[in-house]
């Protein structure tokens, strides 16, 4: 029988390998994304590109107006790219299982980034969006409303995307629990591809383990990933839709590996050591 018709869950396949490929590749495109659009905001507002890695941008900004739109664009366009791919996900997505997830885990891990600066700008006083609010007075009361704000986007961001979740899952009727288990086989095997990744970087990088681009860019993945672990226990209650529909269907497909493989060789080969322009 089909496991797209209808079939019980376990019947339709999983395999956690092409889970976590996908995922691996979700992560390092919503990285590369982010601090590429930091690279490319930097000439544009007059400044000069010193170097690219997969943990930070280094720019050399004209004033300080234009070090608060690189830093802040990057953010800005996370959240914005999440809403697009929220909203293409309400309106059916790509067709093929395996794309729809990935397009899923896009969609999640770019939101998580985007509302997580934020959050932690507000909170510790770092990260980008701390550079935007630099000489903005009271500062404190600047801090504490990117905190809430930040805090409230992240949830929400969760809790929209666990709405979506069951149509992205797909199944039968009466079939919670094991779709939320299945949620959570899902969220814990992308959560640790995006920590080998981060990892990896971090390893290869020539600031060392203990700089603040390497912490900023583990503390991205271990708490603002975070929600990949928990999610799917979170989907079991009744206040998120399960609606019936099509089985998704993750086999083994050694297309997602490739690419995975090739997008890591890249991520940690180039990027981690960072690329320096003269």
Request: aromatic share 8%.
């Amino acid at each position: 029988m089909n496991p797209h018709s209808g079939t019980p869950r376990e019947r339709a396949p999983l395999d956690l390998a092409t889970v976590a490929a996908i995922g691996l590749l979700a992560a390092i495109v919503n990285v590369v994304q982010h601090e590429t659009t930091h690279a490319l905001a930097c000439p544009l507002v007059g400044g000069e590109l010193r170097a690219l890695s997969a943990l930070y941008v280094v720019c050399e900004s004209p004033d300080l107006a234009a070090a608060k739109v690189v830093d802040g664009v990057a953010p800005a366009v996370d959240l914005v790219l999440a809403l697009a791919l929220w909203a293409w996900l309400r309106r059916g997505g790509p067709r093929a299982d395996p794309a729809r997830l990935f397009v899923y885990l896009v969609m999640l891990m770019s939101w998580l980034a985007g509302s997580g600066y934020l959050m932690v700008s507000g909170i510790a006083g770092i990260g980008d969006v701390a550079t935007v609010m630099t000489g903005w007075s009271p500062a404190w009361v600047w801090r504490a409303a990117a905190a809430l704000l930040g805090s409230a986007l992240f949830l929400g961001g969760v809790w929209a995307a666990l709405r979506l979740l069951g149509r992205t899952l797909g199944g039968l009727e009466g079939d919670g629990p094991e779709r939320s288990r299945r949620a959570q086989r899902i969220g814990i095997s992308a959560y640790g591809a995006a920590l080998v990744a981060t990892l990896a970087a971090v390893a290869v990088s020539p600031l060392g383990a203990n700089s603040l681009p390497s912490v900023a860019g583990m503390a991205a993945v271990v708490f603002g990933y975070s929600p990949l672990l928990w999610m799917g226990l979170w989907f079991a209650d009744g206040a998120f839709p399960k609606p019936v529909a099509p089985t998704l269907t993750i086999g083994r497909d050694l297309r997602w590996w490739v690419a995975a493989g090739v997008a890591f060789a890249a991520f940690v080969g180039l990027l981690g050591p960072t690329l320096t322009f003269a």
